[in-house]
């Protein structure tokens, strides 16, 4: 029988994929990266390609989403305090990349970390 797999999702660095993938494994799910080298030698070509892309069985999909939408779900700030959204005050927020324009694909540290409500879809800069 081919094997599927169903991309969960991609990221831009390397540390925030270990989360997900160490939560995964921990649930007996196993978990595949496609691009991690390329990305720890060279994050102007992880940009490129879209960064790191987290698979799993196809098999594993449904469970696989439940726990990352869980994961994800709690985002931090610096404080490890959960982001609160200024609009309907949920904690559950993302981190939400929105980089434009050659120099933040060059240089995307210099980007304020922005995060997205996952519960009323607002876009918040806390803390500028
Ligand atoms: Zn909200």
Known sequence: MEEKFYQLASFEYAADVQIIKGKLESEGIPVFLRDENTLNSDPLISNAIGGVKLQVYSKDKER????????????????????VCPNCKASRSEVYYNRKGVFYKLFPFFEKRKYKCLNCGIITNPRT
């Open 64 to 83: 696989a989403l439940a726990i990352y939408n869980e994961v994800r779900a709690y985002a931090l700030d610096e404080k490890d305090q959960p982001i």
